[in-house]
């Protein structure tokens, strides 16, 4: 379980700076303001994601008394 927890951790931080990269990109193209707005909040609910699974993994896997 605590693999499949580090690998889902992992995949969330990576989605997160893609789409950092995504939005980016768009704003430095001049792209279309409404895409850049979808990224970014997007990345932020990526965020959330990642924070939330990162709280799990240290209270469930956090060493002595963990999860206690």
Do not use: D, W
């Given at each position: 379980?605590?693999?499949?927890?580090?690998?889902?951790?992992?995949?969330?931080?990576?989605?997160?700076?893609?789409?950092?990269?995504?939005?980016?990109?768009?704003?430095?193209?001049?792209?279309?303001?409404?895409?850049?707005?979808?990224?970014?909040?997007?990345?932020?609910?990526?965020?959330?994601?990642?924070?939330?699974?990162?709280?799990?993994?240290?209270?469930?896997f956090?060493?002595?008394?963990?999860?206690?």
């Open positions: 379980m605590e693999t499949f927890v580090n690998i889902a951790l992992i995949a969330a931080v990576f989605a997160v700076a893609v789409i950092l990269f995504m939005g980016l990109y768009n704003m430095f193209k001049g792209g279309s303001g409404n895409r850049s707005q979808q990224l970014m909040r997007a990345r932020v609910i990526m965020q959330a994601v990642a924070v939330l699974l990162l709280m799990a993994a240290l209270y469930f956090g060493g002595p008394g963990a999860g206690s």
